[in-house]
């Protein structure tokens, strides 16, 4: 009588996806400084998001959903700077932004999930 142990089976080729997820609130994150970083960070958060595990796919979503908020914000935010009501929807947006970056990469630090990553908050 012999007795086996089942192995279990793991995937011959393992994904960093939160290296890739990380990589993205760093782009993110400079692009304050130059924009087309953000565009990176956007295309690289689509193509991660339909392989990604479920957690890393929440943060790939966030992400996702930070770049088009964000951008809708800076859009109006822009556009009423003559009102001067811009200049506290630009502000929004910054502060915003910031907020979504640094919780993201600190749950991504401590691989957390984000609990509503389709919040238009702070997830």
């Given at each position: 009588?012999?007795?086996?142990?089942?192995?279990?089976i793991q995937d011959p080729t393992p994904t960093n996806d939160r290296g890739y997820a990380l990589a993205v609130y760093g782009l993110y994150a400079l692009g304050f400084f130059t924009v087309i970083t953000t565009v990176?960070?956007?295309?690289i958060a689509y193509v991660k998001s339909t392989t990604a595990s479920e957690m890393w796919r929440s943060h790939f979503q966030f992400q996702i959903r930070t770049f088009w908020i964000g951008l809708l914000y800076f859009i109006v935010g822009f556009a009423l700077l003559y009102f001067f009501?811009?200049?506290?929807?630009?502000?929004w947006w910054t502060i915003w932004t910031l907020v979504r970056i640094i919780k993201g990469a600190i749950l991504l630090h401590d691989q957390r999930p984000i609990a509503t990553p389709t919040s238009w908050l702070f997830g």
């Open positions: 009588m012999t007795v086996s142990a089942e192995v279990p990176i960070g956007l295309i009501v811009g200049a506290f929807i630009i502000l």
